[in-house]
Antibody
Framework: EVQLQQSGPELQRPGASVKLSCKAS????????MYWVKQRPKQSLELIGRIDPEDGSTDYVEKFKNKATLTADTSSNTAYMQLSSLTSEDTATYFCARNWLYWGQGVMVTVSS | DVVMTQTPVSMSVSLGGQVSISCRSS???????????LSWYIQKPSQSPQLLIY???NRFSGISDRFSGSGSGTDFTLKISRVEPDDLGVYYCGQGTQYPHTFGAGTKLELK
């Protein structure tokens, strides 16, 4: 059974960074892109970017290029997303998703002083 | 980027009724390989989106045949028949033909 298990909720101060994780199981980690999606409260879904775990190559949506950094650790089958210079605009739920068929449960990031 | 426009924004339905949700894309979703990567999802409160339909009309594993997808090119429709309480939530269409993949704004399905 394919599962994507994301890390727990985060409360961060403005200006801080946070690293979210998404541990994959039930399939060969290197065979599928991992996508990361942002959903602000009561809003739609917004793609941040994707990573190919096989070679670590990434494709970012332009507006997130200076905000998010995607990495993947094939030894632990875990994808990561680091968000930097956090502002209130980064308060959202973040999902990882494998080729849009399987989704993590989401992690809520709250940025507040 | 491909813009996905969903209508209506919200709709009310009686249990047992039927609804249709429309999704239009700003560009054709036919990929160079001939496939059309248009999907439909439902998101219930505090849950992640759940795939219902992929490549326009293919039901994902375990999805009831009460859900059907149709369309081509830039116009697509999701139909839900014999609506059940578990069908209530926000429905999104999404395209995976052109990167970056994009989603519609959502259609909230509520009980009448």
């Amino acid at each position: 059974e394919v599962q994507l298990q994301q890390s727990g909720p985060e409360l961060q101060r403005p200006g801080a960074s946070v690293k979210l994780s998404c541990k994959a199981s039930g399939y060969t980690f290197t065979e599928y892109y991992m996508y990361w999606v942002k959903q602000r409260p009561k809003q739609s879904l917004e793609l941040i970017g994707r990573i190919d775990p096989e070679d670590g190559s990434t494709d970012y949506v332009e507006k997130f290029k200076n905000k998010a950094t995607l990495t993947a650790d094939t030894s632990s089958n875990t994808a990561y997303m680091q968000l930097s210079s956090l502002t209130s605009e980064d308060t959202a739920t973040y999902f990882c998703a494998r080729n849009w068929l399987y989704w993590g449960q989401g992690v809520m990031v709250t940025v507040s002083s | 980027d491909v813009v996905m426009t969903q209508t209506p924004v919200s709709m009310s339905v009686s249990l047992g009724g039927q609804v249709s949700i429309s999704c239009r894309s700003s560009q054709s979703l036919v990929h160079n390989n001939g496939n059309t990567y248009l999907s439909w999802y439902i998101q219930k409160p505090s849950q992640s989106p759940q795939l219902l339909i992929y490549k326009v009309s293919n039901r994902f594993s375990g999805i009831s045949d009460r859900f059907s997808g149709s369309g081509s090119g830039t116009d697509f429709t999701l139909k839900i028949s014999r609506v059940e309480p578990d069908d209530l939530g926000v429905y999104y269409c999404g395209q995976g033909t052109q990167y970056p993949h994009t989603f519609g704004a959502g259609t909230k399905l509520e009980l009448k």
